[in-house]
């Protein structure tokens, strides 16, 4: 416990200056290492890290996705996708039958699934400005809910066979805790800043973004269940890697950033 939380002040001493004070090409710089890193997390875990042919042209696409979001128009970006999903599968050509389908398929989905959560972080930074921090609120803040009510009233589990310590009671109240932060946050907003908000889609996306961030979580459990490790990565002691930091981020920003450009919620 006692490594968890130093690493967890010191993670939090050099992050919270990125987010807050530094300008939008070194908050994409930081999330594209950031996005790239976990691409070798996910390709480590697959086993496919080793298959140089495959793993490190994903590895630049990951990379340079987050960077992309001032200087390559929205189109371009998917067919970029596209022709990365095409090297994939033709990697299982040129490298005479080392690939298999397996591998080409399950890097390409897990890296794409990270990478583009991570440019969805920068375009609600790019797009939103405050807005963006909705992202750690519903990730990070309805997580800690869910974690004290479920140690509180914890009866029940969740999911078992993935996750053992997820309880329903907990689930649930980290989703309520999202329901309340939201409208908490866009107060604090609009004491401070020339921002309006609605406060009941405020809410609505607050619940939704807490339960979409435990499902992220869950499914980066599973993955790891799948493939019997503890975790994704060693960079943050006690923690584990950018996956097992960032999972509930991954379902939650590609959310955020489709609603709030198609709902007028912070305007």
């Known amino acids: 416990m006692k490594q968890r939380v130093i690493t967890a002040v010191i ?8 987010i807050f004070f530094s300008n939008d090409l070194i908050f994409r710089l930081c999330f594209a290492v950031i996005s790239a890193v976990s691409a070798i997390e996910l390709l480590q875990c697959t086993g496919a890290a080793r298959k140089l042919l495959l793993s490190v042209p994903l590895i630049l696409f990951a990379f340079c996705m987050p960077m992309t979001v001032y200087f390559v128009p929205e189109n371009v970006k998917w067919y970029i996708a596209v022709a990365v999903m095409f090297y994939c599968m033709v990697t299982m050509v040129l490298s005479n039958g080392n690939i298999t389908s397996q591998d080409a398929g399950t890097s390409f989905t897990g890296v794409c699934f990270c990478t ?21 609120l519903a990730a990070w803040g309805s997580d800690t809910f869910a974690y004290f009510v479920g140690r509180a009233f914890g009866k029940h589990k969740l999911i078992p066979r993935i996750s053992p310590k997820k309880t329903v009671e907990g689930a649930i109240g980290g989703a309520l805790a999202g329901m309340l932060l939201y409208p908490l946050f866009g107060l604090i907003l609009t004491s401070v800043t020339d921002y309006s908000v609605n406060y009941i889609l405020l809410a609505i996306l607050g619940f939704l973004a807490a339960i979409v961030s435990q499902i992220g979580d869950l499914i980066m ?7 019997e490790i503890k975790d994704f990565g060693k960079i943050f002691p006690g923690h584990g ?23 007028e919620i912070i305007y």
Do not use: M, Q
């Open 11 to 18: 993670a939090l001493l050099v992050f919270i200056p990125i």
């Open 116 to 136: 583009f959560a991570y440019h969805c972080v920068a375009v609600l930074r790019e797009e939103y400005s405050w807005g963006f921090l909705l992202i750690f």
């Open 221 to 227: 459990s599973a993955i790891k269940r799948n493939y």
């Open 241 to 263: 890697g950018f996956l097992d930091r960032f999972d509930s981020i991954l379902t939650v920003a590609p959310l955020l950033c489709l609603a709030l450009s198609v709902f």
